[in-house]
Nanobody, 117 residues
Framework: QVQLVESGGGLVQAGGSLRLSCAAS????????MGWYRQAPGKQRELVTT???????NYGGSVRGRFTISRDNAKNTVFLQMNSLKPEDTAVYYC???????????WGQGTQVTVSS
């Protein structure tokens, strides 16, 4: 089993920044993808960004150029630096870890990000 613990959410004004962290623990496969998804009220969960264990990244169109994902493989931790935040970025942000080979797929409990206008 794998546990994911997110931190760093909160309330920020439009144009501000926040940094989210997600620490994974447990039986973690070396070849994995970690990432962030978000879900706003009344909307489906959507991709924010992902990063593989080798550092290959993928970004959703609405955050490209404003958000940056990074990871520390030694600590099994992924970070999300969010700059130039907009009210439409308001959502619960979920950390995800999934195996590249296999079916392991884990989610964190979510952290609220609220951007005021």
């Amino acid at each position: 089993q794998v546990q994911l613990v997110e931190s760093g959410g909160g309330l920020v004004q439009a144009g501000g920044s926040l940094r989210l962290s997600c620490a994974a623990s447990g039986s973690i496969t070396s070849f994995n993808v970690m990432g962030w998804y978000r879900q706003a009220p009344g909307k489906q969960r959507e991709l924010v960004t992902t990063i593989t264990n080798l550092g290959s990244t993928n970004y959703g169109g609405s955050v490209r150029g404003r958000f940056t994902i990074s990871r520390d493989n030694a600590k099994n931790t992924v970070f999300l630096q969010m700059n130039s935040l907009k009210p439409e970025d308001t959502a619960v942000y979920y950390c995800n870890l999934r195996a590249i080979f296999g079916t392991d797929d884990y989610w964190g409990q979510g952290t609220q990000v609220t951007v005021s206008s």
